[in-house]
Structure formats: C-alpha cells, structure tokens
C-alpha cells in the first residue's frame, strides 16, 4: 500500500524558478526520504531527514518535516531542465525500520 | 563503486512462462530488498533479505513470486506462470545495516507479459 501522498502530481515551471513539491505521509515514521527518479529509470536518493529533524538542506535542495502534521515538504531553487524528473518522497515507518514506503509522485517538468 | 546491477533491464516473455531476475548490491551492504514499480506509481516493497536471510515475504504479491540471495551476496527475484498484470519494473535496492539508512536502487528490471 502507498504510504506517501505527493502534491501536486504534475508541476512546469521554467528554469530558474523554485519548485515545491509537498508530501503528507499517515503513520508514525522513523524518516522521510526524497527520491528522484528520470523517464523509466532508477531512483536516484536526495536527502534523508529523520523524525527529530524539522530542516535539512543539500546544495539547492530544501526539505522539511512537519511529524505534527505528518507533511514534508521539497524545495529546488533555481531550477533547471536536468531537474524534469519525478520526485517521490517515501517514509520508514516505526514499527517496521525497513520497507520504504512511496507516494505516487510528482512529475516536474523545467523548460528552458 | 559499482553501485546495484540488476540483469536483465529489459525481458519480454509470453504469458505463462517463468522469469528470473538477478540484483547484485553493492558489496559492503548486507541488507537487499525488491521492489515493484507500475507505470505512475511509486515503488511497492515486495521482500527484503539481511544477509542470507529472508526476514520479510508477506507482502510478495502471490505464491507465484519467490526471491533467495543463498550466499548473502546477489539476489534472484523469480515469478513464475507469469500474468500480464506482472508487466512492471522490478527494482532492487540495498543498504547497510540498520534499516534506518538510505537505500541504493539499481536501473531496474523492466518486464513485459504478453
């Protein structure tokens, strides 16, 4: 079962702008996970944030975590057409410790 | 560093054959688990293996879909009597011990049933 809700499905935005992509999440979890993955490939791993943390940045990535609101969300500044990709957020769940668990994603689309 | 290989990429077959998927992880990780992916959606967790061992199958999708990894180092992911509702990506992923930590996906294993 899908854990993770990614909003929105489909984002197009030109390069240099910020794209946000959030995801709501329903269990305890022990982190949330970003994912990147290109038409048909491999996810490629972003950034890891666990449950204590509420901010973690990677170069022009930004992401937060809400445990209250069980929501995170992924921030990439100054986009560019090698960032079109989905992106999935996917949570370790507490109880479990193992299976990621992903959202459906979300499509971005940069134009140049 | 090699990273996680999956072979084949690729693999057509007509209904009711079976399939055999190889993953080979990256070396120092002992844990390896598999994945399904179908077109727009997210990953779904089907088993994982700590070394040799297969510490999660309950969420493999039928009795028709076995995994082993027999010397804790590669892994097979096999279906048999294959159905066209398997047609999907089949990825791998590994990691090292802890299960709180980043997982390594390989390209992936795409298979269509006819």
């Known amino acids: 079962s899908q854990q993770g809700e990614e909003d929105p499905q489909a984002l197009s935005i030109q390069e240099g702008e910020n794209a946000t992509m959030n995801c709501s999440y329903k269990t305890s979890i022990n982190n949330l996970q970003w994912y990147r993955q290109n038409s048909g490939r491999g996810l490629v791993h972003l950034i890891l944030?666990?449950?204590?943390?509420r901010e973690k940045h990677s170069g022009r990535l930004r992401v937060t975590l809400d445990t209250s609101k069980k929501s995170s969300s992924l921030l990439i500044t100054a986009s560019r057409a090698a960032d079109t990709a989905s992106y999935f957020c996917a949570t370790v769940n507490s109880n479990s410790g193992y299976a990621l668990n992903f959202g459906k994603g979300t499509s971005l689309l940069v134009t140049p | 560093d090699t990273g996680v290989s999956q072979d084949p990429r690729h693999k057509i077959t007509k209904r009711g054959q079976n399939v055999t998927f190889r993953c080979d992880p990256i070396s120092e990780h002992n844990r390896l688990y598999w994945y399904r992916q179908t077109l727009g959606q997210g990953p779904e967790f089907l088993t994982y293996?700590?070394?040799?061992?297969?510490?999660?199958k309950s969420r493999l999708l039928s009795d028709r879909f076995s995994a082993e990894r027999p010397k804790g180092s590669f892994s097979t992911l096999e279906i048999q009597r294959t159905e066209q509702g398997d047609s999907a990506m089949y990825l791998c992923?590994?990691?090292?011990?802890?299960?709180?930590?980043?997982?390594?996906f390989g390209p992936g294993t795409r298979l269509l049933v006819l």
């Open positions: 944030i666990r449950s204590n943390e």
């Open positions: 992923a590994s990691s090292t011990p802890g299960g709180k930590e980043t997982q390594y």
């Open positions: 293996f700590q070394n040799e061992a297969q510490l999660e």
